[in-house]
């Protein structure tokens, strides 16, 4: 009926909003029920090929508060803190082991990967299984085959996370 409909409708609308709200919670609850989450930050990371690789994608969500791991690391926060925000939430040492996606929608993003990728070289604290994807936006064929390049070698790292490999037919 049309009020079930709605009603459906509804409760489909508040989980997208409390996933909205709180996607840290979500990762929870779907680890708990056995999903292998992977963590992203960027809006051009390709969920679809994370889910058929057999993730859950599932976003950072800036903290809130003050930001001292950060704050050591990258000095002081002038202006933006998101990038502070983000590297907080990354440093907490229970995320150590989450796997975490980083896309280079912006500048920052590929900051924050050189510094993630320097603490695991110094064998710092920090997350240990984090990639980084460049993509570029342009409607070009050099275009096309560095995206593949890159493509490729998030998907072999998906399977070194344990991951199905993914081609054009999955």
């Avoid at 001292?68 to 995320?95: F, Y």
């Avoid at 980084?132 to 790292?157: M, V």
């Amino acid at each position: 009926t049309g009020r079930d409909l709605m009603s459906k409708a509804a409760e489909a609308l508040s989980a997208i909003a409390a996933a909205y709200a709180d996607p840290d919670a979500v990762a929870r609850r779907l680890a708990g029920d056995g999903a292998r989450i992977i963590r992203t930050i960027g809006s051009d990371a390709p969920f679809t090929m994370l889910r058929a690789a057999g993730f859950v994608p599932v976003r950072v969500q800036l903290i809130a508060g003050d930001t001292p791991r950060a704050d050591a690391l990258l000095g002081p926060a002038t202006g933006r803190r998101r990038g502070h925000r983000l590297l907080e939430w990354m440093l907490d040492p229970e995320q150590a082991q989450t796997p975490i996606l980083i896309t280079r929608a912006d500048e920052q993003q590929a900051d924050l990967f050189a510094v993630l990728r320097e603490l695991k070289r110094l064998n710092e604290p920090g997350p240990r299984n984090v990639h980084c994807l460049d993509l570029l936006h342009q409607p070009r064929a050099t275009s096309q085959r560095y995206n593949r390049a890159r493509i490729d070698r998030l998907n072999n790292w998906l399977g070194e996370l344990g991951g199905e490999r993914v081609d054009d037919d999955r």
